[in-house]
């Protein structure tokens, strides 16, 4: 049988435009499979995994389907007969649905007479394929993971490959793994092949030139461009919205409706206009909620509702239409920033004049069909649980759909065969490296060194022994074997971060991090200190770092530093309430207002400390035996929070009356001050710091 026209597009897109019954209606088919495995080169998504929540007809034939009318029974013996009533919510509800239902009923009924695309449909998703083993290995609870204390610690090891072209063969590859921090980190993936990840024995695959900060909610703000031409052209919003069902399944954690009020949507759009897509479910008081309150906050005009409709592979609908709490449905909500009515008449934007119904067969739970963006755009989302190949993806769980595992485990993304699959675009491999960009500081300063030296080998004359030993890489290369040798690869160096760039410094520290936090590693942090105003000034800056991080305290030092008068003891002690409440009230102190009453009560209770044991530096030294202590550690994620000193001196300091003095500030204290030199062994600083003596002031 010829395939038509239609399917032959469907099959290259996944995307099957349906013509309705009625002219104000726009329906549309996606096969999510397809458009996501236009993401990807080497790997491909395995349809049956991808539709393990589809309802195929072995479901249909089971027993569930027999059951089913015993648990009504039972239920429907305890319920009343009386008939309830609907809130005058609810009927706003059920007039909103009988608004979209004739929309939904030809839409459906368009997919309905389209039976070449079901047949196709159905084969395509029941396939020859393996089934998803939800039991093969445990996945990675990253909402837990970044919670954990641990978090700063865990990183992602990925792995790149470039491919070479020997004489006429194929199939040479030089690869390079690199680690980086997995939290509170922008990670970009740059080149033209994806890259694979490995965090804790699972492997996650990252498309090319996709981007994502998996932090929460408190870092959202750290996706806002430095330049607003720098803002983006498509916002994607799938909030975590308040919902029984998910919190009886634990599927993943909800946020209170008001918390979404201060996303920064409208920072994040471009200043030329924006186009917003944001996901609601189907309850009368978010709807509410959502237009008026939430979307003019972001500034979002003119709303358009599309509908996503989820049916089975033979094209029914998965649930009856007309069921009030479980829709068959999902709304999506479209509208415009910063286009005012001069604009919309322009062609810049393609406005949206009427509803539209999207239909899709559904894949996990709350996993949405991938949307298609115009090219060249920058786009983002916002609680993304997925990358996608040029798109922004935050949440505290974007790679919770990139998971992959051995072949045994037959997860959703396998290695895609050399014949190549429908669906995926061929190109020829690309002798530019893939490289991943870290925006924020923590990468590792080895690898650094490294590639800077791999970029000076480059540019020297080859010798002798170089080119003997690329005759032989090139010998293993015919017999097809994998060869990460580094003096091959042809990545750029990064950029060097000053002129000492060939000093090893601890891991947290890169090419990235800002100059006066480089300055601040290597002139202050882990040098001994004695002075007792100094010490005053570290302590406060410890207890910042509950609210901000060494970056953002160090920027505003020389304002904290004219707020509390130098730190004097005796003129911070002498704040008056009055004092405290001007500066909370005036938002001029980064600090909270316990933060800053903390700051006033500290400096009583070291004059105190003063007063009996001579010096505030007596005090804090006298724990240690006035000797720094030196641990050594190798790895960045060796270094503790707190210790067993640091809990001691926490005791001892809030016994006196000291306030804001947990053991992990403690120890972030002993640290800047030098009583712990916690400088990684590989620092030049570490020796530098251990040299110190005690009696050094």
């Avoid at 080169?41 to 027993?63: D, K, L």
């Avoid at 309430?577 to 001029?588: M, T």
Wanted: hydrophobic share 35%; net charge positive; proline share 7%.
């Amino acid at each position: 049988m010829e395939v038509c026209d239609e399917l032959r597009s469907f099959e290259a897109t996944g995307v099957y435009r349906l013509n309705g019954t009625c002219t104000s209606a726009g329906a549309t088919y996606l096969d999510p499979v397809r458009l996501l495995n236009a993401s990807y080169q080497r790997f491909r998504i395995v349809p049956s995994a991808y539709y393990s929540r589809s309802f195929g007809p072995q479901h249909q034939e089971g027993e569930p389907e027999i059951e089913r009318p015993e648990k009504r029974r039972k239920r429907k013996r305890n319920q009343k007969p009386k008939p309830r009533e609907l809130n005058p919510m609810e009927r706003i509800a059920e007039a909103r649905h009988q608004e979209a239902k004739p929309l939904l009923l030809n839409a459906h009924e368009s997919l309905v007479k389209a039976k070449h695309l079901l047949e196709y449909i159905s084969k395509t998703i029941k396939g020859n394929e393996h089934t998803l083993d939800a039991g093969s290995g445990s996945e990675n609870n990253f909402v837990e993971l970044g919670t954990s204390w641990r978090a700063p610690f865990y990183e992602i090891t990925i792995c790149f490959r470039n491919p070479h072209v020997l004489g006429n063969e194929e199939g040479f590859f030089h690869a390079q793994k690199t680690s980086f921090p997995l939290f509170n980190s922008l990670i970009s993936v740059e080149g033209t092949d994806e890259a694979e990840g490995e965090f804790r024995n699972r492997r996650y695959i990252l498309p090319r030139g996709s981007c994502f900060l998996m932090a929460d909610f408190k870092r959202v703000r750290d996706l806002i461009p430095c330049s607003p031409n720098q803002g983006y052209n498509l916002i994607v919003v799938d909030p975590p919205w308040e919902n029984g069902c998910v919190r009886q399944k634990e599927v993943y954690p909800t946020l209170p409706n008001k918390n979404f009020l201060y996303l920064p949507v409208q920072q994040l759009a471009h200043p030329t206009g924006a186009l917003l897509v944001l996901w609601i479910t189907n309850r009368e008081k978010l709807r509410a909620f959502v237009e008026k309150k939430l979307l003019p906050s972001w500034g979002v005009e003119d709303s358009t509702v599309f509908y996503w409709l989820k049916v089975k592979p033979d094209g029914s609908l998965i649930g009856d239409l007309d069921l009030f709490h479980h829709r068959p449905y999902e709304c999506l909500l479209l509208g415009y920033i910063n286009v005012n009515a001069n604009a919309k008449k322009g062609s810049n934007f393609k406005l949206l004049e009427r509803s539209q119904v999207i239909m899709s067969v559904p894949g996990a739970h709350s996993r949405k069909p991938p949307l298609e963006s115009p090219k060249p755009s920058r786009c983002i989302e916002l609680f993304a649980r997925e990358l996608f190949p040029r798109w922004t993806s935050w949440g505290n769980e974007p790679l919770h759909f990139q998971d992959t595992i051995t072949p045994r485990g037959s997860r959703i993304l396998t290695l895609q065969l050399q014949t190549g699959m429908p669906g995926v675009r061929s190109e020829s491999p690309s002798p530019e490296v893939s490289r991943v960009r870290m925006a924020l500081p923590t990468a590792s300063a080895k690898i650094a060194s490294a590639r800077a030296k791999v970029g000076e080998r480059a540019k020297t004359p080859a010798n002798s022994k170089a080119k003997g030993r690329s005759d032989a890489q090139e010998k293993r290369g015919r017999n097809g074997r994998l060869v990460p040798s580094l003096g091959c690869m042809s990545s750029p160096p990064l950029v060097p971060i000053g002129p000492d760039s060939e000093k090893r410094r601890c891991s947290w520290i890169t090419a990235n991090s800002e100059p006066h936090y480089v300055a601040f590693h290597d002139g202050e942090w882990g040098v001994p200190v004695h002075d007792d105003r100094m010490l005053f000034e570290l302590l406060t800056l410890s207890q910042a770092l509950g609210e901000l991080t060494w970056p953002s305290i160090l920027s505003k030092r020389e304002e904290l530093r004219e707020i509390f008068c130098g730190f004097n003891l005796v003129l911070v002690s002498e704040f008056s309430e009055n004092k405290i409440n001007l500066l909370r009230s005036n938002g001029i102190v980064p600090l909270s207002e316990q933060k800053i009453r903390a700051v006033v009560t500290n400096a009583k209770q070291i004059q105190k400390v003063v007063e009996e044991l001579g010096s505030f530096s007596n005090y804090c030294w006298s724990f240690v035996n006035h000797r720094p202590i030196a641990n050594g550690f190798r790895y960045a994620r060796q270094v503790p929070t707190k210790t067993p000193k640091a809990e001691a001196i926490s005791k001892d300091l809030m016994r006196r009356g000291f306030q804001c003095v947990g053991p992990t500030t403690i120890y972030s204290f002993m640290q800047v001050a030098g009583i712990v030199n916690d400088h990684l062994s590989c620092c030049f600083r570490f020796q530098a710091c251990s040299q110190h003596k005690a009696s050094e002031k």
